[in-house]
């Protein structure tokens, strides 16, 4: 059964850092794209950044871009986010989702984490 | 960019009514060497995170009621559940898999009349 925990979410500052992850079981996480997509409260979704099963390649949402970077361990079969400059609008919860073989859509999802960016 | 549009924004059903859902693309996402439309349907219920339903715009996921179809190609694409029930209740999202930037419509609200 594939299985995606994410953790790490908070309330933070703006301006502040924070780093989420999300670990994977069930399959074999080195194979598979995985991506970042989050919901602001009473919101729709919006996808946030993916990377490669390697790692070699990244890619991010213009609201995103220069301010998250996303990364990923395949030994440990986690997935990072690393999120910086944080500003109110990136209140969120950040749910982690697996790809589909190397097209852009998925098909599993992790429960999400909150992310509260208030002073 | 590939911008999703949906309609209506929400919807009452009767149970076992049919409930109709449109997504439209601003660009066509119809990949013509394989004539395939790379689209999704995502179902996201209360407090839960999105379950797909249906991809390539009309391919039921394993283990969805029969109950849910897509259809469309193009631009152009609608999700019908056939006889609502009271589980279907949730807002459905389209999605584009046609470009990396994996854009989401902005959901449509299903309730019960």
């Known amino acids: 059964e594939v299985q995606l925990l994410e953790s790490g979410g908070d309330v933070i500052q703006p301006g502040g850092s924070l780093r989420l992850s999300c670990t994977a079981a069930g399959f074999t996480f080195s194979r598979y794209t995985m991506s970042w997509v989050r919901q602001a409260p009473g919101k729709g979704l919006e996808w946030v950044s993916a990377?490669?099963?390697?790692?070699?390649?990244?890619s991010y949402a213009d609201s995103v871009k220069g301010r998250f970077t996303i990364s990923r361990d395949n030994s440990k079969n986690t997935l990072y986010l690393q999120m910086n400059s944080l500003r109110a609008e990136d209140t969120a919860i950040y749910y982690c989702?697996?790809?589909?073989?190397?097209?852009?859509?998925?098909?599993?999802w992790g429960q999400g984490t909150l992310v509260t960016v208030s002073s | 960019d590939i911008v999703m549009t949906q309609s209506p924004d929400s919807l009452a059903v009767s149970l076992g009514e049919r409930a109709t859902i449109n997504c439209k693309s601003s660009q066509s996402v119809l990949y013509s060497s394989n004539n395939k439309n790379y689209l999704a349907w995502y179902q996201q219920r209360p407090g839960q995170p999105p379950k797909v339903l249906i991809n390539?715009?009309?391919t039921r996921e394993s283990g969805v009621p029969d109950r849910f179809s897509g259809s469309g190609s193009g631009t152009d694409f609608t999700l019908t559940i056939s006889s609502l029930q009271a589980e279907d209740v949730a807002v459905y999202y389209c999605?584009?898999?046609?470009?990396?930037?994996?854009?989401f419509g902005p959901g449509t609200k299903v309730e019960i009349k």
């Open positions: 390539w715009a009309s």
């Open positions: 989702a697996k790809g589909v073989s190397s097209e852009y859509r998925f098909d599993y």
């Open positions: 999605q584009q898999y046609y470009d990396n930037l994996r854009t």
């Open positions: 990377i490669t099963d390697s790692g070699g390649a990244t």
